[in-house]
């Protein structure tokens, strides 16, 4: 949802609209597990992953992608598999997809 409302302050010339929705899939899955798990808010996963908290921001609101060792990272703190992350975000863009 945070993610969805930052779209409009991005610069979406610079990125592929594929790669822009997988990009805000990801956050939103993120940002949607967070409150699954009692509304983690962002400082407190910031500290259990040992992602910085301005670039967690950054990513959830889109602003640029997380990368691979971040999103291990918060899946280890948020007690998830990676691929639970990844993967829900992209089967809901596939099915998005295949709905237009």
């Given amino acids: 949802m945070f993610a969805k409302?930052?779209?409009?302050?991005?610069?979406?010339?610079?990125?592929s609209d594929e790669a822009l929705r997988v990009r805000l899939a990801v956050a939103n899955e993120v940002n949607?597990?967070?409150?699954?798990?009692?509304r983690i808010s962002g400082q407190r996963l910031a500290a259990n992953s040992g992602?910085?908290?301005?670039?967690?921001?950054?990513?959830?609101?889109g602003d640029r992608?997380?990368?691979v060792d971040e999103l291990a990272e918060i899946a280890r703190a948020l007690r998830v598999p990676i691929g639970h992350l990844v993967g829900t975000a992209t089967r809901q863009y596939s099915d998005v997809l295949a709905a237009a």
């Fill in 51 to 61: 992602v910085p908290y301005r670039t967690l921001m950054r990513c959830l609101s």
């Fill in 32 to 38: 949607a597990e967070m409150g699954r798990q009692g």
């Fill in 65 to 67: 992608p997380f990368s």
């Fill in 5 to 15: 409302r930052m779209l409009s302050h991005m610069d979406a010339t610079k990125l």
